[in-house]
């Protein structure tokens, strides 16, 4: 498998990608998470991106362009990858494209996660995240099994600074006007398979499986 799960903030692309990830033994590719990583270990690029985070606007496309380069070029990659958060910008689309090319592994499918704005205010406002492995919980539909304690590895979970209803508005916005116009390019390649990101988690799982088999 090599695909793009993409879809709005809150969309369920971290919860979905990392089911379908493991499945199809294939690493996750979370552009959030590497940022994220980056921010909590002090480094330039964790500097660089926190100021764009903290507000939702996206960082520059050159910065994720060449994460998403080194990434793709480590040796699990050649088995299959799924990317998560990436790419977010016709100009990242173009560049992927060019960088998959020049390795001989082009993308197989695109999902979008279709969710409407009010389900995912809703969503993010009652998320809880695991700093260490990324699992996402919610306070009411998907609860950890122990108080504010990842299920998965026993981190304390946190709740994330962009989730704050403001930035979560911002981040809307962007999707909008920033990443929402690759479903017109990708469905232009032929590429791309619109997937109902509403329901329970694991009847979103099946049909994010059923379109990629399709
Ligand atoms: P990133 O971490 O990628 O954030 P995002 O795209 O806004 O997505 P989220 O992680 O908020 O949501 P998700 O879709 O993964 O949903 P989740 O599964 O957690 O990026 C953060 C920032 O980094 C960006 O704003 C930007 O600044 C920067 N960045 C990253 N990539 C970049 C790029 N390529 N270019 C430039 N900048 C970049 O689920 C959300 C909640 O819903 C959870 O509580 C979950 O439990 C719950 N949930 C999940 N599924 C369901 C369901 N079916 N029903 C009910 N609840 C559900």
Do not use: W
């Not at 998560?84 to 560049?95: I, L, S």
């Not at 700093?131 to 026993?154: F, I, K, L, Q, W």
Request: hydrophobic share 35%.
């Amino acid at each position: 498998m090599r695909a793009v799960l993409m879809g709005p903030p809150g969309a369920g692309k971290g919860t979905q990608a990392q089911v379908l990830a493991q499945g199809a033994g294939v690493p996750q590719i979370a552009t959030g998470d590497i940022l994220r990583r980056a921010r909590e270990e002090g480094t330039p690029l964790g500097r660089t991106a926190q100021s764009y985070m903290d507000k939702g606007e996206l960082v520059p496309d050159e910065v994720m362009v060449g994460i998403i380069e080194e990434r793709l070029r480590q040796d699990d990659a050649r088995q299959g990858f799924l990317l998560d958060g990436f790419p977010r910008t016709v100009p990242q689309a173009e560049a992927l494209d060019r960088l998959l090319g020049t390795l001989g592994m082009p993308l197989d499918a695109v999902l979008l996660l279709e969710v409407p704005e009010e389900a995912i205010v809703r969503r993010l406002s009652g998320r809880r995240t695991c700093p260490n492995c990324g699992r996402s919980y919610h306070v009411e539909n998907d609860p950890p099994p122990a108080e504010d304690r990842c299920g998965t590895c026993g981190a304390e979970l946190v709740t994330r600074t962009d989730d704050k209803p403001d930035t979560v508005l911002s981040r809307l916005e962007v999707y909008r006007r920033s990443t929402a116009p690759l479903k017109t390019y990708y469905e232009q390649h032929g590429l791309l398979r619109q997937v109902a990101g509403v329901g329970p988690v694991e009847e979103v799982t099946a049909r994010l499986r059923a379109a990629l088999r399709a």
